[in-house]
C-alpha cells in the first residue's frame, strides 16, 4: 500500500486502518446485502416524489433552513447519483440504519482492496467492488449528457479541499475520470465562479459537471445542534459560489453530482418520515421501510418517553455523518444520555430504534457500506470493529476497513468459463 501510493494515510492515531484478511461472503449473502441497500434506496427515491409534490413539508416536517429549501426546490426531485447504505446483519437479516446519499466516503479504500484482495483469493472468489468504477464513470457520463456534453466532457470535483482525510478518493475519482476521456480540475466551492458562456468554473475552467464532494448542509447556513454548544465560526451560507453554481444549473449548462435534492434525503428526518407517514409510499416501499429501517421518530415527538429508556434508543443528529452526531443508548451513561437529551435542539434530532448487530467470531461487529448508483448496488465499503457490548455496532475511527470477497456460483463460473 505504501509501495503503490494511493492510499495515504494506512494508520490512523498508531493504530492500523485495515485488516489484513479480506471477509469472503456467500453470494446469498451478499445478494441479501445489495437487495437491502437497493429497497431503501428506492424508498428514498419514492420520498423524494412525495416531498416534491408538497412543498410545506420542507419547513413544516424537515425545518429546512431557507437556503436549504431552495436548493431543493432547484435539484428535486432528483437526488441521486451515488449513495452509500450502512448495512448491519441482525438475527432477523439485514437493517440499513441510514443511506449517505450526499457525499459518500471509502472508494478509494474499498477499490484497493477489493483489488488486491482477489489477485490472491485465486479462482471462486470475485471482488463486491468490481463494478465500482465503471458505474461511477457511467453516472458521471450520464450527468454530462443531461447538459448536452458529449465525449472530452470537463469534470469539476468540489471538495473541502482544508481537510486531507478525502484526498485518496478525490485522486481516485481524477484518475478513472481522465481515462475515460474527461478533462478534469480539482477545488474548493471557493474557486466556483460564473464563465462567459453560462457554465459554472472551477479555478477558471467552465464545467460541464460539477461532482460535488462537499456536505449539503455546509453549502447553506450553518446551525448548531446543541443549544450550549458555540456559534459555528462561518455559519452563513456560501453565497457566491452557490448562486454561480446554481445558476449554471438552473440554465442546463453545469450539472450536479449528486444533485442538491441530497438536502432533503441526507436529513436524518427522512427516516422519521418513512415511519410517521408510511401510508404514503407503495406497498413496496411500505414492506421495504418495515423489513430493513429501525424504527425512527423526530426527536419532539418523544423527547419526554427517553428519558428512562437509555437502552433501546439511538440518537442521531440530522446531518451527522461517520459517527459524528450519534448517540448510542447502550454506550453512553444515564447522565450522558440526560445531557443530550437536555440540549439537543429537538428540531435537529430524530431518535432510531437501536437494533442487535450479528458479532462474528473475531467478536466484531461488521459495517456493510453498500455504494449504489442510480440505485443499483455496485460495491462494498466495510468496516470492521470490536463490539463494546453485545450487539452495540457503533462505526467510529477505530474501525478497519476490510475486503469484501463474494463466492462464484457453479453456474457464474461456468459462464465465466464458456465465454
Known sequence: MLAEGRISDPWLDGAERFRVAPLRLSASRWRALEHAAEAVAMVHDELATIVYGEPGLLAEFFDLTPWQQMLWQLAAP???????????????????????????????????????????????????????????????????????????????????TEITEDLSMIALYRDWLEAAGFAVVLGSPFNLTAAADGRAALLGTPCDVILRHYKTDWWTERLPVRDDEPSVLDPEPLTAP???????????????????????????????????????????????????????????????????DRERWVLKSDYGCEGDGVVIGRSVTQAEWEDVLQHAIPQRWVAQRFFDALVDGDGQVQNHGVYLCGGRAVGAFTRVHAAPAPGIGGTDASARCAAVLVEVEAAEAAAEVSS
Open 242 to 308: 452557490l448562486t454561480a453554481l446554481v445558476q449554471a444549473q438552473y440554465d442546463g449548462r453545469t450539472a450536479v453530482m449528486n444533485p442538491f435534492g441530497a438536502v432533503v434525503t441526507q436529513n436524518k428526518r427522512s427516516l422519521a418520515f418513512c415511519w410517521e407517514h408510511s401510508e404514503r409510499f407503495s406497498p413496496a416501499a411500505r414492506a421495504a421501510i418495515e423489513r430493513y429501517v429501525p424504527q425512527t421518530t423526530r426527536l419532539e415527538l418523544c423527547r419526554d418517553e427517553l428519558w428512562h
Open 78 to 160: 432528483e437526488w441521486h447519483g451515488i449513495a452509500r447504505a450502512d448495512v448491519f446483519e441482525t438475527a432477523n437479516g439485514p437493517v440499513v440504519c441510514e443511506l449517505n446519499s450526499d457525499t459518500p466516503s471509502g472508494q478509494a479504500e474499498a477499490d484497493w482492496l477489493g483489488r488486491h484482495a482477489v489477485a490472491r483469493a485465486g479462482a471462486g472468489h470475485r471482488d463486491a467492488s468490481a463494478l465500482l468504477q465503471p458505474a461511477v464513470v457511467a453516472t458521471v457520463r450520464a450527468f454530462a449528457g443531461s447538459v448536452g456534453a458529449g465525449a472530452g466532457a470537463t469534470v469539476g470535483i468540489v471538495y473541502p
